[in-house]
């Protein structure tokens, strides 16, 4: 079956560090990649998708290549912010009527 | 701006008592989700429905049922709340099952079994 494996957390950095989480996946086909970010209080959101290989998704200065060779989507931001402090869960959706496929997600903790 | 909400934030309730969560999507979404989010677990799929009165069990149906009577409500029953439901339960809706869509997420519903 499918499945997401990600860095166990929780990740602590000071402001204007260099982030990644690591992500990778096992799948059958070509599956969409996803981080979805859960801010303190709040429901899941999208922040970023790849749905082909080589593709990137970015958003609000995140980053992450859809990789197949090494089965990978690791997400990578150049400088956090207290504000991007929230837990990270990385995704795969095979499509149809195959489920989504969520990582266990990974707590960052920035620090001023 | 899509919108998912989730009926209470906090509920505390007692074994045995039988509890209902809804959820409501305003963006004609055809599929919904219930997931429960545990530390160490991460998101696990209840039930999902993609058409009124459709349903299909999860990961982990065990426990509970679910009804969608109307196209933009999705209710979660716990038939007999067992302190292993303790969690916090999420609602999910997609436009479609392809997979490029993003499932747009409620507040969820902390709930506390005693």
């Known amino acids: 079956g499918n499945s997401v494996t990600q860095m166990e957390g929780p990740v602590t950095l000071s402001e204007e560090a260099f982030l990644t989480i690591n992500c990778t996946y096992t799948?059958?086909?070509?599956?969409?990649l996803f981080w979805y970010v859960q801010y303190p209080g709040e429901g899941l959101q999208l922040l970023l998708k790849a749905t082909k290989a080589d593709d990137k998704g970015s958003n609000k200065g995140f980053e992450a290549t859809y990789r197949k060779e090494t089965t990978s989507f690791h997400l990578e931001k150049g400088s956090v912010q207290v504000s991007d402090s929230a837990v990270y869960f990385c995704?795969?959706?095979?499509?149809?009527?195959?489920?989504?496929?969520f990582g266990t997600g990974t707590k960052l903790q920035v620090i001023p | 701006d899509v919108k998912v909400t989730q009926s209470s934030r906090y509920l505390v309730k007692r074994t045995g008592e039988k509890v209902f969560l809804e959820c409501v999507q305003d963006m004609d979404h055809e599929n919904m989700f219930w997931y429960r989010q545990d530390p160490g677990l991460g998101l696990r799929l209840i039930y999902f429905s993609y058409d009124v009165k459709m349903k299909e069990k999860g990961d982990i149906p065990e426990g509970y049922s679910v009804s969608r009577e109307k196209k933009e409500r999705f209710s979660l029953i716990l038939e007999s709340a067992s302190t292993n439901q303790t969690s916090m339960y999420l609602c999910?809706?997609?436009?479609?099952?392809?997979?490029?869509?993003?499932?747009?997420f409620g507040p969820g519903t902390r709930l506390l079994v005693l």
């Open positions: 995704a795969l959706n095979p499509g149809g009527y195959q489920k989504v496929t």
């Open positions: 799948a059958t086909g070509y599956p969409s």
């Open positions: 999910a809706s997609s436009s479609a099952l392809g997979q490029v869509e993003t499932q747009y």
